[in-house]
């Protein structure tokens, strides 16, 4: 696994948690300054959904879910970036999963990570395996 996550768990709604991603230099083909980083979620009987991207130059977008309650960074030194949750509702509890790629475009639906239906994807080549976020209400 070349992308992994961390920080998971159970929290009571209106609580916070902080996810982290790691990833390994054999996952990289370009400088890891120039990758989108992102992450998706999966809730139980439900698509992957896009949360949150990081651009390489550090401009952020976020699903219209998750603004003003969820923040994206990275840390380009140690190669890793990172999802501060707050105010966390019941309908957040999903797997989520942390991704890279390089590329932006038109792609088909279902491919990539895409925050806004009909919008441009994000062509993620490389995915962890999930982390569990349980919100309790």
């Known amino acids: 696994v070349q992308l992994v996550e961390s920080g998971g768990g159970t929290v009571e709604a209106g609580g916070s948690l902080r996810l982290s991603c790691v990833v390994s230099?054999?996952?990289?083909?370009?400088?890891?300054?120039?990758?989108?980083l992102g992450w998706a979620r999966q809730a139980p009987g439900k698509e992957r959904e896009g949360v949150a991207v990081?651009?390489?130059?550090?401009?952020?977008e976020y699903a219209d879910l998750v603004k003003g309650r969820f923040t994206i960074a990275r840390d380009n030194a140690n190669h890793m970036f990172f999802l501060q949750m707050d105010n966390l509702r019941a309908d957040d509890t999903a797997v989520y999963y942390c991704?890279?790629?390089?590329?932006?475009?038109?792609?088909?639906?279902?491919?990539?990570?895409?925050?806004?239906?009909?919008?441009?994807?994000?062509?993620?080549?490389?995915w962890g395996n999930g982390t569990l976020v349980t919100i309790s209400s």
């Open positions: 991704a890279a790629g390089l590329t932006y475009g038109q792609y088909p639906t279902g491919y990539g990570l895409r925050l806004t239906p009909g919008r441009w994807a994000y062509g993620m080549d490389s």
């Open positions: 230099p054999q996952a990289l083909v370009a400088p890891f300054n120039v990758y989108y």
């Open positions: 990081i651009e390489g130059g550090g401009s952020t």
